[in-house]
């Protein structure tokens, strides 16, 4: 069965640092773009990192540049997301994606944009708070 299994989110305070985990079983991550994305209570849900498969290249919405970094352990079939300098706007549920059923190439920026989505995993909350 394929699934992605987020980790790693809970409360922290302003300027502290997480790091969510987006675990695959089923199939290897690495052979897919995955994504990571942010649903905050009332908005609509947004890509905040995605990695390509094809060149792993990587897009960041403007408010995640210089504080995320998506990176690949293939060691660990996951794709993690490492989040510094947090502030209450980056409160919300993060959850990860992939474009399983399509074989059309995507670029980070596709993905992000939520194209060709179709497996998503439970989502992990994420709360910056004093």
């Known amino acids: 069965q394929v699934q992605l299994v987020e980790s790693g989110g809970g409360l922290v305070q302003p300027g502290g640092s997480l790091r969510l985990s987006c675990a695959g079983s089923?199939?290897?991550?690495?052979?897919?773009?995955i994504g990571w994305f942010r649903q905050v209570a009332g908005k609509e849900r947004e890509g905040v990192a995605c990695?390509?498969?094809?060149?792993?290249?990587?897009y960041y919405v403007d408010s995640a540049n210089g504080r995320f970094t998506i990176s690949r352990d293939n060691a660990r079939n996951t794709v993690d997301l490492q989040m510094n300098g947090l502030n209450p706007e980056d409160t919300g549920m993060y959850y990860c994606?992939?474009?399983?059923?399509?074989?059309?190439?995507?670029?980070?920026?596709?993905?992000?944009?939520?194209?060709?989505?179709?497996?998503w995993g439970q989502g992990t909350q994420v709360t910056v708070s004093s």
């Open positions: 994606a992939a474009p399983i059923g399509t074989r059309e190439i995507l670029t980070a920026q596709a993905l992000c944009a939520m194209r060709g989505l179709d497996t």
């Open positions: 089923g199939f290897t991550l690495s052979y897919y773009p």
């Open positions: 990695i390509s498969s094809h060149d792993d290249s990587i």
